[in-house]
């Protein structure tokens, strides 16, 4: 999953690491290879318990993350011995499916912008391939008052938009805080149950 940039090498063209962050360099291609499962399990496994597995939700925050990081996922399945893919992992995978319908402009034809990340405030970057003004915050928590920005302030040319929503969201800066007041929106009315993606127009790297 997640999107492969091909580019012409002669060593080490793509660094990878197993189940875990990263922290390569942005633009050196790099890939993490992961599985459904913890303890991990490449394969076939019907001793799994079903709290074994991630939730749908550690699985996107796995893909956010990476994206953000200008990494490729690799998102192991392990099938049955007839090729049929278990029922559990099937399930996960339609959920992320279902998670990248609304989310997925922030995570296809996108690069890492600037700053990838905000650790403390659980917020991922990235930055669109094909209209390069355009960059994506992706919250992994729903803000119950405000999404505060610290590395990105707007300008006057500023949009800010919920994707998944129509309704309009209300922004402001002050004293060096980029503050985002998500929609009053029911709990069903959410585009999706985790990883809310904004995206902003013309906004500067701080």
Known sequence: MGLFRP?????????TVESTAGGFDPDHIWEEC???SNPLSWGYNRNL????YETPKQMIE??????AYNGNLLLNIGPE????????QEERLLQIGERLSVNGEAIFDTRHWDHPDEPSQGIFY???TLQPEVVYAISMVWPDTELILRESRPTERTTVSLLGSN????WRYNESQFFIEPPRLNVNDLPSPYAWAFKMTDVEAV
Do not use: A, F, K, N
Not at 7 to 15: A, M, N
Not at 167 to 170: C, D, L, P, Q
């Open 34 to 36: 992961r599985t459904m």
């Open 167 to 170: 309704e309009y969201v209300h």
């Open 81 to 88: 011995v007839d090729g049929r893919i278990p029922t559990l």
């Open 126 to 128: 990235t930055q669109s």
């Open 7 to 15: 580019r012409q090498c002669v060593h080490s063209c793509v660094h």
């Open 62 to 67: 796995h893909l956010v993350r990476t994206v």
């Open 49 to 52: 318990r079903v709290d074994e």
